[in-house]
């Protein structure tokens, strides 16, 4: 008698059920015991695969379900390496985070928070149950961080003092990364602040302490220059000394200007200012010079105002104006120019004289450099640079503009965008 079987039970039952006379039964029989079968090992994999920390995968060596087995032990082993090795990493740059000592949140699109270290914990007082889905800005509630995020400039980093009452400078500053995700670095400025700070007030009260006696020096060298009875060999000393102590007092006058301008930071003061008339002025002033340039054009492109100090507006384009002549030859020419458009108002002076190599450019702000120490000497240059002026180099060594902010522009008519004078 010929019996099949896949198993030995099912091949029982079957072989059973011939000897007995009902075939049917037995092929019944065998199907049942073949599918409860497999059911318990599938019941048994499904067990291993809900428990597989702490139970051990079913004991099938051969057949089909050994290789399901198989390939499923060796599944579950590569994805436990590749979680373990991400989990590595994700605990390390955890250490590396909280060990940095500027503080890193991580942002979404609309500004709220989804990740950030211990230091920004410290800076911000956050708390990770309590914050995280929060805006950034309704942590830091300051006016000149709520801009800098609206701004979309980041370049630079914004520095403020989140708590009046505290003595502490953030600096903050975004970077864009992945899809619409920011990362907001902040950075601990106090101590900087606190030097600059200093900074300013020394070079304000040593300004102010030496122009007395500079004063009084040029009065007495001045003095001795008219005198008849001083002998004919002092007389070039003396001048060369009057040289320098004027050129002394411009310094401490330049010094002076400066400390009145930082301490403004920024702020709208002053009354508005016609600029064509006092670049009117200006380009007279030029060509009642000794040697100035053979064409000094004017170009007024707008009736915009500015709100601001008169003299201090006047210092800053003098400094654009005044550095074009000294440099420009005889017969070359400086060309002012003012306009305004979308951006705000502007502000340039191109001359034909020998431009300024590209890699002096960044640190023209600087107090005190000199492109050309020799040259600067010749000319009488103070060397305390465009300190006086908001100033964007255009890129063109010879070309300078200083652009206005919309918020200092007062037309001399009335619209929403810009401040309007009351000047006719």
């Excluded at 695969?49 to 290789?67: E, K």
């Excluded at 989804?114 to 007082?125: D, M, P, T």
């Excluded at 990364?177 to 070079?203: N, P």
């Excluded at 522009?409 to 619209?415: E, F, G, Q, S």
Aim: charged share 25%; aromatic share 8%.
């Amino acid at each position: 008698m010929y019996c099949f079987a896949s198993s030995r039970r099912s091949s029982s039952a079957y072989c059973w059920g011939s000897f007995s006379g009902h075939v049917w039964a037995g092929v019944a029989a065998a199907l049942a015991t073949y599918l409860g079968w497999q059911l318990w090992l599938l019941v048994r994999l499904d067990n291993w695969l809900r428990n597989r920390r702490v139970a051990d995968p079913p004991d099938v060596a051969t057949g089909l379900w050994g290789d399901v087995v198989t390939q499923v032990v060796r599944l579950h082993r590569r994805k436990r390496f590749h979680k373990d090795r991400v989990m590595r990493v994700l605990r390390e740059l955890r250490r590396s985070t909280a060990a940095m000592p500027d503080g890193v949140v991580v942002l979404n699109n609309d500004n709220e928070i989804v990740w950030f270290n211990h230091k920004a914990s410290e800076f911000l007082g956050l708390t990770r149950k309590v914050d995280h889905g929060l805006r950034i800005d309704n942590l830091v509630r300051h006016p000149d961080f709520t801009r800098y995020l609206k701004s979309g400039q980041y370049a630079l980093p914004v520095v403020v003092r989140p708590d009046p009452g505290a003595d502490r400078y953030l600096a903050f500053q975004l970077v864009r990364y992945g899809e619409d995700q920011r990362l907001l670095m902040i950075r601990d400025v106090s101590r900087q602040v606190r030097l600059e700070l200093m900074r300013k007030d020394f070079v304000a009260n040593a300004s102010h302490e030496l122009r007395s006696p500079l004063t009084v020096i040029s009065g007495y060298l001045e003095t001795l220059a008219d005198d008849p009875a001083v002998p004919g060999e002092l007389a070039e000393p003396l001048a060369e000394m009057r040289r320098q102590s004027v050129r002394m007092t411009q310094i401490i006058e330049d010094l002076l200007v400066l400390s009145r301008l930082e301490a403004t930071d920024g702020q709208l003061v002053g009354d508005t200012v016609d600029v064509g008339g006092m670049l009117a002025m200006l380009r007279r002033d030029v060509l009642a010079r000794p040697i100035h340039p053979a064409k000094v054009e004017l170009k007024i492109d707008s009736g915009v105002r500015l709100i601001g100090e008169e003299t201090m507006l006047h210092s800053a384009f003098m400094n654009l104006v005044d550095n074009a002549a000294k440099y420009t030859p005889a017969t070359g020419s400086v060309t002012l120019r003012w306009w305004d458009d979308a951006r705000g108002a502007h502000f340039s002076v191109s001359d034909t004289g020998p431009g300024i190599a590209s890699e002096h450019i960044p640190r023209l702000t600087e107090r005190f450099y000199r492109v050309d120490a020799g040259r600067s000497r010749v000319t009488g240059g103070s060397g305390w640079g465009w300190r006086s002026s908001s100033m964007s180099c255009s890129g063109i060594v010879r070309s300078w503009r200083c652009r206005v902010p919309r918020a200092r522009a007062a037309p001399l008519l009335v619209t929403s965008r810009c401040r309007a004078s009351s000047s006719p």
